[in-house]
T-cell receptor, first 114, second 115 residues
Framework: AQKITQTQPGMFVQEKEAVTLDCTYD???????LFWYKQPSSGEMIFLIY??????QNATEGRYSLNFQKARKSANLVISASQLGDSAMYFC???????????FGKGITLSVRP | DAGVTQSPTHLIKTRGQQVTLRCSPK?????VSWYQQALGQGPQFIFQ???????QRGNFPDRFSGHQFPNYSSELNVNALLLGDSALYLC??????????????FGEGSRLTVL
């Protein structure tokens, strides 16, 4: 079975600063994908970044980067230069091998202060 | 290019009633998955449709059923509604059954309240 753990309480960050959102996972599949999604109050899940388990380099997408530590089974999201519009819920999710069922964590609330 | 669209956006039902939620996938996508997100929780996988058939199913009772049409759009039906069915129902679309590149897009969801 797959499991995603997000245990941080609500996170606060000053505008223009960087913030790290933690995610640990557990799976027995050798091949898997890790995702981060942003969910604003409107409800839509917005895709941010993807990391494959066999990718040699950490994924980056603009201000988002994924700190992938395979041995520790962690996939932390780093947001650089935070903006007020980054305030939202953030979910870490995993897709095991030949499967289409995303397993989500409970999410982390991020609030960006002006 | 329209993304994933869902309808209705909000609805209120009473216990025992039935509800149908609809989803149109992103252009070029042929696979639709449904998720239930209770308040304060992460989404839970309900099932996935590909080539008009249910391909995978999560841990949900038979009261939850679905359908996929030839144009790839999909419906989620829930019978005999319970208070615990109150949630945001999210539809996600992708190309092909296996999504290993992050190409999985969600709609804004249908928020169901059961009274």
């Amino acid at each position: 079975a797959q499991k995603i753990t997000q245990t941080q309480p609500g996170m606060f960050v000053q505008e223009k600063e960087a913030v790290t959102l933690d995610c640990t996972y557990d799976t027995s599949d050798p091949s898997y994908g890790l995702f981060w999604y942003k969910q604003p109050s409107s409800g839509e899940m917005i895709f941010l970044i993807y990391q494959g388990s066999y990718d040699q380099q950490n994924a980056t997408e603009g201000r988002y980067s994924l700190n992938f530590q395979k041995a520790r089974k962690s996939a932390n999201l780093v947001i650089s230069a935070s903006q007020l519009g980054d305030s939202a819920m953030y979910f870490c999710a995993m897709l095991p091998g030949a499967n289409s069922k995303l397993t989500f964590g409970k999410g982390i609330t991020l609030s960006v202060r002006p | 290019d329209a993304g994933v669209t869902q309808s209705p956006t909000h609805l209120i039902k009473t216990r025992g009633q039935q509800v149908t939620l609809r989803c149109s996938p992103k252009s070029g996508h042929d696979t639709v998955s449904w998720y239930q997100q209770a308040l304060g929780q992460g989404p839970q996988f309900i099932f996935q449709y590909y080539e008009e058939e249910e391909r995978q199913r999560g841990n949900f009772p038979d009261r939850f059923s679905g359908h996929q049409f030839p144009n790839y759009s999909s419906e989620l039906n829930v019978n005999a509604l319970l208070l615990g069915d109150s949630a945001l129902y999210l539809c996600a679309s992708s190309e092909g059954q296996e999504t290993n590149t992050g190409e999985l897009f969600f709609g804004e969801g249908s928020r169901l309240t059961v009274l």
